[in-house]
């Protein structure tokens, strides 16, 4: 079974603060996602990374970062978290055509 | 425009019916299908892809109509725990690249 995990289930932050969400995953998928999901609007994707040190943009990078230095592990940065950041996180990792998420990170931002 | 529209429900249904949930998607060039199940406070799971000529999994069928750029899921013989929000996924052209509806929520009761 594909295991997915993050870092955090919940977190609560500062404005302005910089904030760290990790995901590793233990199927050694190359691919690897980060998406927020907000209501009424789906799951948008932040970045990508197709092989370690190999990222490309979403549809919404504005604000964000990530960085993959080992296959399993596929870090978002946010350099300086915002109230609109507020959201949940959702890494996921593709097997195939299937993806596989983790648990979610909600980050409230204050 | 949104890539994937889905309504948004919810669909209340009682244990036995029968419920069918359409999602329209924008980009004809669209290559990959999938239906995805949230439950609540979950992570999202792949519940079946969708093949042009239809697919079927025990009581649930998934149907592509190219033509009018939508698929669709029914369910049958509904079940309390049939109870979640259905999620459309759509992956244009590029593998990495997935566009998922806002989610359509059913609640199936007693």
């Known amino acids: 079974d594909v295991k997915v995990t993050q870092s955090s289930r919940y977190l609560v932050k500062r404005t302005g603060e910089k904030v760290f969400l990790e995901c590793v995953q233990d199927?050694?998928?190359?691919?690897m996602f980060w998406y927020r999901q907000d209501p009424g609007l789906g799951l948008r994707l932040i970045y990508f990374?197709?092989?370690?040190?190999?990222?490309e943009k979403g549809d919404i990078p504005e604000g964000y970062s990530v960085s993959r230095e080992k296959k399993e592990r596929f870090s978002l940065i946010l350099e300086s978290a915002s109230t609109n950041q507020t959201s949940m996180y959702l890494c996921?990792?593709?097997?195939?055509?299937?993806?596989?998420f983790g648990p979610g990170t909600r980050l409230t931002v204050t | 425009r949104k890539e994937v529209e889905q309504d948004p429900g919810p669909f209340n249904v009682p244990e036995g019916a029968t419920v069918a949930f359409n999602c329209t998607y924008s980009?004809?060039?669209?290559?990959?299908f999938f239906w995805y199940r949230q439950d609540c406070r979950k992570e999202p799971k792949l519940l079946m892809s969708?093949?042009?000529s239809g697919n079927e999994d025990g009581r649930f069928t998934a149907q592509l109509n190219r033509a009018s750029q939508y698929i669709s899921l029914l369910i049958r013989d509904s079940k309390l725990s049939d109870s979640a929000t259905y999620l459309c996924?759509?992956?244009?052209?590029?593998?990495?690249?997935?566009?998922f509806g806002s989610g359509t929520k059913l609640n199936v009761k007693p």
């Open positions: 980009n004809s060039a669209s290559q990959s």
């Open positions: 199927m050694d998928h190359e691919n």
């Open positions: 990374s197709y092989d370690v040190k190999m990222k």
């Open positions: 969708v093949y042009s």
């Open positions: 996921a990792s593709r097997g195939g055509a299937e993806q596989y």
């Open positions: 996924v759509v992956n244009p052209y590029n593998f990495n690249k997935f566009y």
